[in-house]
């Protein structure tokens, strides 16, 4: 019964989804306002471009992996919104990772069943992959790699991490916890890494791990100690060859356009514009001025410092440790922080909503997330 | 509303109207070019409305159309920034006057409006927009130059260009049959404007360039034939038109970097705290393996 509730959600939103993929055509063809993504435009655009043999990076403002063109090429001669069909089904593939990864955590179905309610019917998230932006892809590649890695499959969450890296970049902040979940003393080879279950979540007193000090310590001396333990080479090794295949690949094809463009450029901008940093306001009144390193440095050290305490604190629950780092990483970064970025949060806050595990907690988050919705549609107006 | 008044009448031609008796050869002057400001930008970097003006009338306005004899009378009668905010639109209302006794060819001409929008310093307009309401059909063609950079603040950009071309069909003539009426909306966007003492910085409008292009039937071959508006043309106090962007004040740079500095710090402590004190409430040593 259960199951076919979950199949049922499942058709029911991907119906949601075409009628939205419709409906915006219709939208695009008839009012002044687009319901298409401007960046949909932009890899459509660049698509055409790489169907044509040329360059992606001759369209403006693709900032992205030729992958990403490369993947609407068919937009060109299936249908103008065939990557908001692809973008469509990551959407979908998300909400069927998230039960995935609830039930291998031991989360009760009926808990499951409401977080992926609150993925699939979350209006701001339904509408990101039928507007036509590529972030669905990118949480259903990462919710893809908790999977693997709660499985114990070593290899493959190393090669869609390598891949997702090579893609969007930032999620070289989710390097650390997979490096320390790979702790030699709860991960040995052929064996699943402990990612904590849900159910032990609940305070049993004695039972802590934090403010043992004798722990602590243990923790810091594996740390140092057993830094490079044969799971954390392999998974580096692996997730690096795949990265810099792929960035070499397309620096072959498309030289330094590409490293300019998908790369350098998400290094070193400094655009004051939609940003939801801490430093929005500061960068702009500095704007007519260069920084000195010495600023540079010292506005990166909160980010360097909230970073590493939260990935040794919540690293073995990786999921919630994911949503934390990504929250902290766009509050705290000088760079531009988008609307793009806070997509990110949705994906993982199901996780945050499932550990509080009550419906009025459930309800809040919700709610929370729809004033960060309007929050964020308003900044990026 | 202050732009809401601005019902004045802008006679932006007849300066040059005498040079201007038979047009020009237009495509010859302007090469392959599709737009005006093309062949500006091509031969300059940047833009200067002196430069301009004088390509405008030394490249541009130079050469007759063989055996015509128009003499339209472009004119910018009203001119409205309408909206709130950092999106806004510039409404522009045209009117294109000929001689009665040219009047009557007009049906078997075809020709475009074309609006030179050169954009002050601090506002620019989206290629991309302008594309798409191309596709729309609102404008026949429109196209930014310039630094059209989507993203650069005020004080790191240059100025741009909007050239729309508008077809002038029958719906557009005017009552009495002598010419064309028409309205054009131009989406414009501000940048982040640069620091200043009051919190707004004043951008100005300065008056576009008007042309009408008209293809006439030949003997021989059709000919294109290039009319265009006075760049110097009546200007009236009251007809400026401004933005008044809200920017930075100045002195509080200091006071801004301080206190971000501290919530960062405080942020982060903060955060340092929580995870150090309040660690037995959410993670357990006792995890079973999943």
Same mark, same amino acid.
């Given at each position: 019964?259960?199951?076919? &509730? ?28 687009? @319901? ?25 403002? @693709?900032? @992205? ?67 036509? =932006? ?18 114990? &499959? ?6 869609? @991490? ?53 722990? =602590? ?42 490293? &300019? ?13 939609? =940003? ?102 308003? =900044?990026?107006? | ?49 002196? *430069? ?202 200091? *006071? ?35």
């Amino acid at each position: 019964m259960k199951v076919l &509730n979950f199949r049922s959600l499942i058709i029911f939103s991907a119906f949601l989804r075409v009628f939205l993929i419709v409906y915006g055509e219709w939208q695009d063809a008839h009012l002044e306002v687009r @319901y298409t993504d401007i960046d949909y435009l932009v890899f459509s655009d660049a698509a055409a471009l790489v169907v044509a043999g040329k360059s992606p990076y001759k369209r403006s403002t @693709y900032r @992205y992996s030729p992958l990403i063109a490369f993947l609407l090429a068919p937009n060109s001669f299936i249908h103008r919104s065939w990557g908001k069909f692809i973008f469509s089904v990551s959407d979908l593939l998300v909400g069927y990772f998230i039960r995935t990864i609830l039930k291998l955590r031991g989360v009760p179905e009926n808990l499951s069943i409401y977080s992926v309610i609150v993925w699939l019917f979350n209006p701001f998230t339904f509408t990101i992959g039928t507007r036509g =932006n590529c972030e669905p892809i990118v949480c259903a590649i990462i919710l893809w790699i908790i999977i693997c890695l709660m499985r114990g &499959n070593l290899f493959q969450g190393a090669v869609w @991490y390598g891949l997702v890296v090579h893609m969007r970049i930032y999620p070289i902040i989710y390097a650390l916890p997979i490096v320390i979940l790979h702790d030699p003393l709860h991960f040995q080879h052929g064996k699943k890494p402990s990612i904590i279950e849900w159910s032990s979540r609940d305070v049993k007193p004695g039972a802590s791990l934090g403010p043992d000090k004798s722990s =602590n310590l243990n923790r810091l001396w594996v740390l140092f100690s057993s830094i490079f333990t044969r799971s954390r080479i392999l998974f580096g090794l692996i997730s690096a060859t795949i990265f810099f295949f792929f960035t070499g690949l397309f620096f072959y094809l498309y030289e330094w356009e590409f490293l &300019n463009e998908a790369l350098l450029y998400h290094l070193t901008r400094t655009d004051p514009r939609h =940003n939801f940093s801490v430093y929005f306001y500061h960068i702009y009144l500095n704007y007519e001025r260069e920084f000195s390193i010495l600023e540079k440095l010292i506005s990166f050290l909160p980010q360097l410092m909230v970073q590493v305490v939260l990935v040794s604190r919540f690293a073995r629950d990786l999921p919630f440790c994911f949503f934390v780092q990504t929250v902290a990483f766009v509050a705290f970064n000088k760079i531009q922080a988008t609307v793009r970025m806070g997509k990110l949060h949705f994906k993982i806050l199901q996780f945050f909503c499932m550990e509080v595990g009550d419906y009025c907690s459930i309800l809040c988050v919700v709610l929370l997330s729809v004033a960060i919705d309007i929050t964020m549609e308003q =900044n990026e107006a | 509303m202050e732009y809401q008044c601005l019902h004045f009448r802008l006679h932006l031609i007849l300066g040059i109207m005498s040079s201007l008796l038979a047009g020009i050869s237009y495509s010859s002057k302007l090469g392959s070019h599709k737009y005006i400001t093309e062949a500006y930008f091509q031969k300059y970097d940047t833009l200067n409305d002196r *430069v301009f003006q004088d390509f405008i009338s030394n490249e541009v306005s130079q050469g007759f159309c063989e055996e015509q004899n128009f003499m339209p009378k472009l004119s910018v009668w009203q001119r409205q920034l309408n909206g709130d905010g950092s999106h806004r639109r510039l409404t522009s209302s045209l009117k294109i006057e000929n001689q009665p006794e040219v009047s009557s060819k007009l049906a078997s001409q075809s020709c475009k409006a074309i609006i030179v929008e050169r954009l002050p310093s601090g506002v620019f307009a989206d290629p991309f927009e302008l594309e798409h309401l191309t596709q729309r059909g609102v404008f026949t063609d429109a196209s930014a130059f310039g630094d059209t950079d989507l993203e650069l603040p005020t004080v790191r950009a240059n100025r741009s260009v909007v050239e729309i071309h508008m077809d002038l069909g029958p719906s557009m003539l005017s009552e009495n049959n002598n010419g064309w009426e028409l309205n054009i909306e131009l989406p414009l966007h501000a940048r982040y404007a640069p620091l200043g003492k009051h919190g707004y910085t004043k951008v100005e409008f300065g008056s576009p360039d008007l042309f009408v292009r008209c293809i006439v039937e030949g003997d021989s071959h059709n000919q294109s034939c290039l009319f265009s508006s006075a760049n110097d043309g009546v200007r009236s106090s009251s007809a400026a038109i401004f933005w008044e962007v809200p920017s930075g004040i100045v002195k509080h740079t200091k *006071v801004v970097s301080v206190l971000t500095f501290i919530s960062a710090v405080v942020g982060a402590l903060s955060i340092l705290a929580a995870c150090v004190f309040h660690s037995e409430i959410s993670i357990h040593s006792d995890s079973k393996q999943s």
